[in-house]
């Protein structure tokens, strides 16, 4: 008795953890319910269908596929799905926001990749597909984000960034309390995110620490991109730039003498030898004829 | 004897008279023509007059009598893409980073680079290879592409100065130059060259195309061909084209001088140096001493296992694109 009592113990807590660890996973594809309720302010025509359509191609293409065609990348587990298949057009367009901007599993994040506007057109791309799909337009008005104002200020003693967000309404300056910013660094193919992504405080304050070994152009500047995330003013960035990096003019690759190098840039000794050897050449050649035209003079006489 | 010896230092005063004369009539013809010239340049309006933009971007005012109109030749801007391509790009140091642990073999950035430069099924600027080092040592697939070395063994060997090095550390060839004499494949310690033996795959599509040595299209036949770290892209400030195809997030490609390399699945941006020091990066046969570009995160914790069905089903993507 004992024994069963211990048996099924055991099978009931395996059974309980496989339910646990079943209900995680689906936990973590539930999006929540005022996301799910979003929607775009970005009407879904032809139009903002066919600038989807580059972005899809550049940016989801390689595992997704072209939609309706099922030509998704298998070999990957998970595989993706068909994005013009029922699973995903029954999702709510709030959904695939939500989807976009967090990634799944082996799906990355495209909120730092692609602008709202962006991912929106993406969405409409994909709705492209679903003949019965009618939009339901949000009534938030994204002209609301030129109204924000980004302050970036920097203190070079304490290293650190502050970024003041406020909203110039006609009523007067809004604070914007508990905005989502991330502050990243402008390099020549993406953002480098400096520290983690922080929110405003009730002063729309937002502090963030960087590192002194950022390199920069050649007189130590660097451009900084605050990206803003509000419920009610949307998204937006703003560019500031700041000497708060390091003077980087690093000589170019070609400039030291190297065997590989053009001719003008070759090895000293390489010069010197070759020119010598050729001299030497050209030398035991003048030595031939003189000594030719000798005989010649020689057999005149 | 003597007399006919001095008689030609003589100058009669007719022979004198006919010199001066010429000289005379020969300046008032020219001066007229000067002044002619310098009348007809005041009275020049602006109508006569036309601007042009240089290929160096300069505007010149020049006067529309002068100007010759070029016809646009199918090798026109020949030399100038030719020359951009030698030059490089100016404080720029490019770097790719390779995460073995990622590759998946899904083999779709060898299926870009091929699209993107013409190139046969067989032929390979980027190849995932299988790797089993030893047989008690897990297999894993290592991408490899062109090293990039910062002293490459096959520039010194190229007789003809058709293959190069930019200052931004691009190592490229010049397709236009090469003897195809293979001097560099011989050279090259990573197996990373390889040759149009046969007519390439596009030529006929490829035919009125401007010649590109930054993407080595169109392809020609009987000279060498590699990977360019796709420098046509990389000058727009874009990925490389098995970068941004890959679906795993193998690839990392950047600028070391901003310490910055950027995934390009995720697109999520990482300090380089940071990146290897972390992951316990390395290049391959550093023994030679040729300092390779690309560098390697080891296979570490890597979850996917190696099959030789992934290798079938790999070839089904290469027909998609």
């Known amino acids: 008795m004992f024994r069963i009592n211990i048996s099924t113990k055991i099978v009931s807590l ?14 973590s594809w539930d999006v929540p319910a005022d996301k799910k309720s979003k929607n775009s302010f970005i009407k879904f025509n032809d139009a903002s269908a066919k600038e989807g359509e580059v972005l899809y191609n550049k940016n989801c293409a390689s595992c997704h596929g072209n939609p309706s065609k099922g030509n998704v990348l298998k070999s990957l587990k998970p595989t993706p799905p068909d994005l013009a298949s029922d699973g995903t ?6 959904e695939l926001f939500y989807i976009l901007n967090t990634g799944r ?17 993406v969405i409409a791309y994909m709705r492209s597909f679903n003949k019965k799909y009618v939009q339901v337009l949000s009534n938030t008005d994204p002209s609301k984000s030129e109204l924000v104002k980004v302050n970036m200020q920097y203190d070079a003693k304490s290293n650190i960034v502050t970024v003041k967000v406020v909203a110039k309404e006609k009523t007067g300056t809004v604070v914007l309390k508990d905005a989502e910013v991330i502050l990243f660094a402008k390099r ?3 953002k480098l995110q400096l520290d983690k992504s922080m929110r405003t405080n009730n002063e729309g304050l937002a502090y963030f620490q960087y590192s002194k070994d950022l390199p920069g152009d050649k007189a130590g500047n660097v451009e900084l991109i605050a990206k803003i995330n509000d419920e009610a003013y949307g998204e937006l960035e703003s560019t500031t730039k700041f000497k708060i990096a390091v003077p980087t003019d690093k000589p170019s690759l070609t400039e030291k003498r190297a ?13 010197i030898t070759y020119s010598f050897g050729v001299l030497v050449f050209l030398g035991f050649l003048l030595y031939l004829v003189l000594n030719l035209l000798s005989f010649w003079k020689i057999g005149k006489i | 004897m003597i007399e006919k010896e001095e008689q030609p ?11 001066l004369g010429i000289v005379g009539v020969g300046t008032a013809l020219g001066g007229s023509a000067i002044l002619a010239g310098i009348n007809y340049d005041k009275n020049k309006t602006d109508a006569q007059r036309i601007r042009v933009l240089t290929a160096e971007n300069e505007l010149l005012e020049i006067e529309k009598g002068d100007a010759t109109k070029i016809i646009p030749s199918k090798h026109g801007n020949l030399t100038y893409l030719q020359q951009q391509g030698r030059d490089g790009i ?3 140091r490019f770097v790719m980073v390779i995460d073995l642990s990622k590759c998946q073999n899904a083999r779709k950035c060898m299926a870009a680079c091929q699209h993107a430069h013409d190139l046969r099924p067989e032929q390979h600027h980027m190849n995932v290879l299988k790797m089993e080092e030893t047989e008690t040592t897990p297999p894993f697939y290592m991408p490899k592409p062109c090293q990039h070395c910062d002293n490459p063994p096959c520039v010194a060997v190229c007789p003809v100065d058709a293959t190069f090095k930019r200052a931004d550390g691009i190592v490229l060839i010049d397709n236009e130059r090469c003897i195809g004499c293979r001097f560099c494949i011989a050279a090259c310690p990573y197996s990373a060259r390889i040759f149009n033996w046969a007519e390439p795959l596009n030529a006929q599509g490829d035919k009125d195309k401007v010649y590109n040595v930054e993407l080595n299209v169109p392809q020609k036949k009987g000279t060498i061909s590699k990977c360019l770290f796709s420098a046509d892209q990389v000058r727009e400030g874009k990925l490389p084209y098995c970068a941004s195809a890959c679906p795993n997030g193998v690839y990392y490609f950047g600028d070391e001088n901003e310490d910055a390399v950027t995934n390009g699945t995720t697109k999520e941006t990482f300090r380089f140096k940071k990146l290897l020091e972390d992951n316990g990066g ?3 046969m550093p023994e030679l001493g040729t300092k390779p570009r690309v560098y390697y995160l080891p296979p570490k914790g890597k979850t996917v296992p190696f099959q030789d069905k992934d290798r079938e089903e790999a070839a089904e993507h290469l027909h998609h694109t």
């Open chain 2, 9 to 19: 230092k003589k100058k009669s005063r007719r022979e004198f008279l006919q010199q």
């Open chain 2, 282 to 284: 390395y290049t391959l």
């Open chain 1, 89 to 94: 057009q029954k999702l709510t367009d709030g």
């Open chain 2, 90 to 92: 100016a404080g720029k």
């Open chain 1, 14 to 27: 395996f059974i309980f953890s496989a339910l646990f660890s079943i209900n995680l996973s689906a936990a």
């Open chain 1, 188 to 190: 020549y193919f993406g």
């Open chain 1, 105 to 121: 599993g082996l799906m990355p994040s495209f909120k730092n990749v692609l602008s709202e506007n962006e991912r929106w057109k």
């Open chain 1, 259 to 271: 065997i590989w190098n053009v001719l003008v840039k070759a090895p000293i000794w390489l010069i």
